[in-house]
């Protein structure tokens, strides 16, 4: 009888430690959430993790894929409004070292620590040309950067459209 007893312990046993060990290469298979940064207008507020492929986890971006990460359009969408205020925050992780804000050329003259910022439409939707004369887009996309000593270490992208109602 005690034989029987002892042979069911390790079974379970066995089967904890299978459990155990399955759950561990599980877990070493999932990628680590990227901080967020979020784009609040009126009351609609989305937010993302760094955009694909984008994120250095605390090293600079290599040239080329920070030139790639600049290009991409493929972030979240938010309605915009005349006249309605953007916001656009941070996570304290990314606010430490530095953030800039780009929507089709620079919109901050210098990164910030704040953990967020307030931008009128016209200052994000209004794009320059070689000829400095100023065109009100309908569509924009606006890239969060993370700075590291002046380089690129993250890239957030939302896509910001008019609304015309």
């Not at 953990?115 to 100023?134: C, E, H, I, S, V």
């Not at 009100?136 to 690129?152: F, P, R, S």
């Amino acid at each position: 009888m005690t034989a029987l007893f002892s042979r069911g312990k390790g079974r379970r046993a066995a089967a904890a430690v299978g459990a155990v060990t399955l759950g561990l290469v599980a877990l070493t298979a999932c990628d680590k959430p990227t901080p967020l940064a979020t784009v609040t207008v009126g009351s609609t507020s989305v937010s993302s993790e760094a955009t694909d492929g984008c994120f250095g986890d605390g090293k600079a971006l290599d040239k080329s894929v920070m030139e790639k990460c600049l290009s991409k359009k493929d972030g979240k969408t938010v309605k915009v409004g005349a006249g309605e205020k953007v916001r656009i925050g941070v996570e304290p992780k990314i606010a430490d070292t530095g953030w800039v804000v780009v929507a089709g050329g620079p919109v901050m003259p210098e990164p910030t620590n704040n953990t967020y910022r307030t931008f009128d439409t016209d200052t994000l939707f209004t794009q320059k040309n070689q000829m400095g004369q100023a065109t009100l887009m309908d569509k924009v996309t606006v890239t969060v950067i993370e700075l590291n000593k002046g380089e690129a270490k993250g890239m957030w992208h939302f896509n910001l459209e008019r609304d015309g109602s």
